[in-house]
């Protein structure tokens, strides 16, 4: 049973127009919500997070936005680059929910030029 | 550079046979943390470390086993090795062992098994 979701595998964005990558939790005891970047044969890299008691957290070209009526949040990219090719991973975790983080399983960013 | 290390880069084993991936955490950090990401898949969290301490366990199969030593280092023991072992191994650590607030990982053990 997948906790967080992330229902598109891919997405291809032209170089200087917003990506948009989308996220699903189905758990209600999740609080905090990161997000993660991933290059091929690097591990992963922390990019942004979002704590249940926002919004919106804005960190440069990288806005995340949460909405826990609908236990959805997304990732913006704006404006997106080539070297933003990547494999993004969202993550949740709470503190009463458990000491570790659970993973989506990605999406694909291609920013073609 | 996130400050976790991971050794080795790379691993390649036989079945049935038992391996030992390491990780020495950012420094000061007191928790260590072990995913697994199988091919195109997200990661599994395996199991959490807190000052040498288990402190939560996930997927982890039986013939896994991982310890947390007193210098924070950490390893993850593999045994009777199988196929479906193979995988990119990641170890990350944070401070406090908190969960709200980010892990920092290694550049993972790629793992495998013919």
């Known amino acids: 049973d997948q906790q967080v979701k992330q229902n598109s595998p891919s997405l291809s964005v032209q170089e200087g127009r917003i990506s948009i990558l989308n996220c699903d939790y189905t758990?209600?005891?999740?609080?905090?919500f990161l997000w993660y970047k991933k290059y091929p044969a690097e591990g992963p890299t922390f990019l942004i997070s979002?704590?249940?008691?926002?919004d919106k957290n804005e960190d440069g070209r990288f806005t995340v936005f949460l909405n826990k009526s609908a236990k959805h949040l997304s990732l913006h990219i704006v404006p997106s680059q080539p070297g933003d090719s990547a494999v993004y991973f969202c993550?949740?975790?709470?503190?009463?929910?458990?000491?570790?983080?659970?993973f989506g399983p990605g999406t694909r960013l291609s920013v073609l030029p | 550079d996130s400050g976790v290390t991971q050794t080795p880069k790379h691993l390649i084993t036989a079945t049935g046979q038992r391996v030992t991936l390491r990780c020495s955490p950012r420094?000061?950090?007191?928790?260590v943390y072990w995913y697994q990401q199988s091919l195109d898949q997200g990661l599994q969290f395996l199991i959490q470390?807190?000052?040498?301490?288990?402190?939560a366990k996930g997927n982890i199969l039986e013939r896994f086993s991982a310890q947390q030593f007193p210098d924070l280092h950490s390893e993850l023991n593999l045994s009777s090795l199988e196929l479906g072992d193979s995988a990119l191994y990641f170890c990350?650590?944070?401070?406090?062992?908190?969960?709200?607030?980010?892990?920092?990982f290694g550049q993972g053990t790629r793992l495998t098994v013919v």
């Open positions: 990350a650590s944070t401070l406090t062992g908190a969960v709200n607030t980010e892990a920092f």
């Open positions: 758990n209600s005891m999740f609080d905090y």
């Open positions: 979002i704590s249940s008691i926002k």
């Open positions: 993550a949740a975790s709470g503190v009463n929910y458990g000491q570790n983080f659970v």
């Open positions: 420094s000061g950090d007191l928790s």
């Open positions: 470390y807190y000052n040498g301490e288990e402190r």
